[in-house]
């Protein structure tokens, strides 16, 4: 990686560069009246080295060639050798013929010109991304899934989850880049540099376009599948399917790009979770204007963990006021108002009837030694973690981005089938082993807690409890429908 | 809502009101000659009133301004006023900056122009998808799934089901819209005024763009997913692959859209299911040309349910002969004729094999008191549910509108998985348990229902029956296959 | 289908008949210097008996006429009858308005100008998609799924396996085109004529236009789904990404069309299997540059069935040398030999890890007669097909071509789920079965099999036996990110 320079400050770099200056005509506060525009001067030619280096990549790799003639980088003079350089220290330098270069550009390099881009980066989730390396998603990978036989990493890890999260990308002793880990441009890459993160995740090269990284495909690359299908998501609502009509109308390509000013016929997922709206300026923290984290088992407003941890974040609440900025460009108060309402119903509804009674029983389980300290060698282990990480996220972010399939048949249906139909009837599988096995008083506590939520409102059905009045009414609308629909 | 005099007729409505004259050159009949054409005549000039709001809105809102500006409404004159005014007397009226408004427009408003459209679409059962709301489905959503926590309702529903099927939408005592009921688009929405329907469910407002209503995107908003995937259907298709490459070339904003006429590269859902042909009008009873419901457990022939109430309605060969005017626009008879053929033949398997005889093993096991009166208590009524209402629907689709995939891998192989592997063994464990609890007599009705079943030709194979010479015959190619491909 | 004088050679075929010249530049060879292109030289005027044709098609069925001229045909003067013609004596020969011809143009009849394309195609896998119908998939179809209830054929093969496959296109005796056979455009159907192959299967009718068979969507017609999901994996890949967003700098219509000089912004399916390069020509046989085949449950090199036969076929180093020539039109060597590295890992680990075991495990049950000679009718058999043709393929397609979400969560994560949690319990089941039975030693045999899977290093964790430091080193991996996320 090359160092222009101290970072974030702009001199002199030697004979060969061209003074490199970085306006920020605003600066990068929460909210602004007005939305920040970033103007960057360019270099007046392209330096000796990159105009070497493009003489040969022409014909050796064109396409990257071609893909950066069309870049802004091209018309600012930002050549191959502006980004690849790299000093001799560098723990990533290569001789490439007889210039010190590095393959990898990370955000430390970006941030020469981008600074405020990654500095924004940098506080957001994303940039964190990596840190799945230490979790349970990595032992799947790593033991369950896999097994570390690739440069003694894990194969799954490296095709799969570091595609996405981002692998620690190590040097080998011959100056090589370890294949284990690289090539990968996963969003939380931790980069022989020490930098988190990789521009590229979402800005791919060699164009970096911002009309490529605006649409809702770059998000896909990640956020998309059984566990986290945002992508199918927005394509089913109608914010997706006025994208596709409109596409060719939303300006794209306009670097100001206002919500509102600019364009209106359809949101992508840059537009409410990064780009500007008449009042706030672009930001590069995605989670900016999110009020609900739904990734994990039991869905928190977005800074419950920093708070109960003493740490000051920006509030959920002015995150949601944030984010209804930008549905006000397009929707009324009320209805905006009135989404969120639906939206949080459901989310608690999640929550209250399955999530927490859901990790009640896991955690009673655990707590009373029913399970082994293995993760992922008993069956319900799968079926509580399909729960809450898979269809337990599709019902919420159906529900969030107005998806009503996925909130209802590829979401809460099979949430409700996994909880009577496989769930319950594995724990109490394991409660009668338990009980043959003589742990009468492990039994006793799992069962008072399986009890608890039996005798719950929301779950009296199952045992054939709910009260006379609803079965009636519910029988007589059922009877009504077979009537009406099914001529039986 | 508004009401412009009496609907379906003409009138001067106060002096602020610019006489509105629609003209429907050609009738509504069923099968025409020539296409039918609307023509509505514009107002002269924008009310007072909506000139009012557009100057508020264009700041607040300034997306709906945009969009509306882009409209054909914008054209005739046709302003915020004009749809959302109403009177004093209506139920969902609010003052609005001292005007009288309502925030939904319903059909019947839309009807002071369009009421034709209106109209057809009042017969289609698109009109009646809140009939749901007395359904089993419903009852996933309130009890099963979900609880009646919001306001009374589930957020199930109202996350879910009723997103596509529609609410009833319901005013609060304060004036506001119920938020449990709304915001809502559901095709079937039961308005305030007691129309039916919800016009933008389709047209999406404020644009009400043609182009983006006859796109796939459109009816993919809510025909996608495990249980009725036409949308993923389509796009598996020939005519799915065709829109994509030439989506530029359908002239999607003529007026006119004859298949044939106007454009041939491709069909959308709207081109068979809806618009005009070279002998058929367009249509908004979206079931107008089909002939078939694939919808419930057991396929019908789309009229027989109210052949058997003794009600009069389109037969489906009529149906059928309509939906072939629109293939030959592109196809010859033969091969139109050969594929119904084709298409008929796995809905008639599907039938045969698995639908009735699934049903008949539900229905001994109810009749004979072998299950619960509580529905998705016990595992095999999942099971039944996911073999009609997922994998058989999928089956059927698929075959419908020439997917393979669908027919195939996500339909019959897991329809016959479902059925052998699950609705088997499970309906032979609750025959078990019964015998256990001495129910002779109920079991052994049960066990000749089965026999019947495993003794039909299909599924002789499942119990090692199969004749000798097809099981010699199949094991040769298997052989042959074993040899040819895998070299053991 | 018509024979216009001999096949590959260009002989004036009576007074009706413009002499065709088909001048092929550059000759086939595997590999060359300079990327072919085809010139075909165009008849000088429309046929008489295509003038026919069209002056009545154009009213009947005005899309195909449409299509036809918008079509490089049309240029030509390739008419209806240029391609329709038959012989009095080929089988499929109908007599329409007096002329012969016959409905399905088969590749022979294309090769008569296009000769090098069906001689590229022949050599190829897709052209014996048709043995499938030897194949334990077609069991599924005729017996398991289906009955042979439609003119002697399954539903489920017509509307399902050979719409992708191909059926073998049978003549009834009143000349008619068997519908239970046709319409079917399989890429591997058998024709009247003896011909092998649909190219309609791609090049869809009747413009037969070159963007639409290079876009994705063309070979997602078959690939696509929960066995093959290559459309869905390249969707997600960056590659798929920049295909949307550049689509239209594509030049998708070139005749040319050579990567790193025609377009550089993204590659289609076509691009890297079948189209030029700077150093290659455009092949059809699609799998020329593919070195691994992860068809069938253990995935192999390309050529290893063909060298175990004895056979002579390109070799795998040889395709993989020309596939990388595809990629260095936009990528540099380091990067293109890591990922192939990475690639291959995957499927090492896949096939080692689960499929060779898997294997073994299905193998030892039928040597030792546990298993029933019926295929499909035990639950393992389910289990294991699952396994290897769904989620095994779908995790090596996912690091085949870029797709992390394919590679875990749709992949290897399923791959472990069905492995551990349904295999290994189902396998122990029959071997309880059996023991209870009193056959001892297959039960012993059996048992061994098993017992050297799971003492296997990847396998340790299951059994609980996985080595302290490793356990140890995990855990507290583990406690830092529940500390870290989870806040417990």
Redesign the interface.
Known sequence: MKRLGKPFTFLPAGNWLVLLVCLFIFSAGAVQAEPRALILKPFKQLSDESKECAACHKD?????Y??WGRSKHFGANVGCYECHQAKETDIDVIKHENVNIS?IVSPKDCAQCHNTEVEEFSQSHHSKAG?I????D??????????L??NGE???A???????HGSEVKVLSNG??D??T??N?GIGRINPDGSLGACTACH?RH?F?M??AR?P??C???H????HPQKEVY????H???F???VDRLNLDSSKWI???DY??APTCATCHMSAT?ELPITHDVGDRISWTLR?AISEKVDA?AL??GKKVKPWQDRRRDMQAVC?????K??I???Y???D??V??YN??FARPGKALMTVLAQEGLL?A?P??E?IE?TWFYLWH?EGRRARH??AM?A??????????E???RF??ELLPEFNEILEQAEHDGKTESVAKARAVLAGILES??HL??S?N?PDDVRTA??K??A??QK????N
């Open positions: 050796k790799s064109p396409g990257i071609q893909q393959v840190q390396m230490g979790s349970l990595n032992m799947l990978a790593e033991v369950i899934e896999g097994a036989t690739f894990s194969p799954v490296v095709n799969g989850c570091w595609q996405c090589d880049l294949p284990a690289w090539p441009t791919q164009e376009s009309v490529q649409r495909e770059a896909g690359k990640c998309l599948g059984p566990d394509e089913e609502s109608k997706g399917i006025n596709q009509a409109n919500v509102g000013e209106d016929a008449r994990p963990k109960a941890q006000s460009a397009c929707h009324g009320p209805m108002e009135s989404f309402k639906q939206f119903s459901l608690e509804l209250e009837k082994t293995q992922f060698d069956k799968w898979h159906g529900a107005m009503p399939d996925y909130t209802q048949w590829h979401g809460m249906y949430v409700a089938e009577y139909m409102a929301e059905w199952f054939g709910e519910r029988k609308a059922q009504e429908f009406r629909y099914l001529g």
